[in-house]
């Protein structure tokens, strides 16, 4: 069977913000999770910062994206940016 990378179901995507579009090809991107406490049941907001590549540089600092899981690129980047859902029109 054809594997397709365009749809490739087996792999995690997320949703957040790029918060640093600093380095050339990657793009550090925020997801921010929310969980409710075991014992008191307040809603409590987790981060987390993935570096993510972006091939062609498209997404910037402030841009929603979505961003999907992929083999390791470096020794940080296991994300890639598949779309920018939202352009951070600043600046």
């Known amino acids: 069977m054809k594997s397709n990378k365009n749809n490739s179901p087996g792999r995690k995507k997320l949703t957040g913000t ?14 921010q999770r929310m969980l409710r406490h ?19 540089n498209v997404s ?7 961003i999907e899981e992929s083999r390791p690129l470096s020794k940080l980047k296991r ?7 939202v352009k951070n029109d600043k600046g």
Not at 38 to 56: F, L, T
Request: charged content about 30%; glycine content about 4%.
């Open 79 to 85: 994300w890639r940016v598949l779309q920018v859902k």
């Open 38 to 56: 075991n014992i008191y049941g307040k809603v409590i907001r987790r981060n987390k910062k993935y570096y993510a590549h972006d091939e062609q």
């Open 18 to 31: 790029v918060i640093s579009d600093k380095m050339d090809k990657t793009r550090v991107v925020q997801v």
């Open 60 to 66: 910037a600092a402030g841009d929603t994206v979505v």
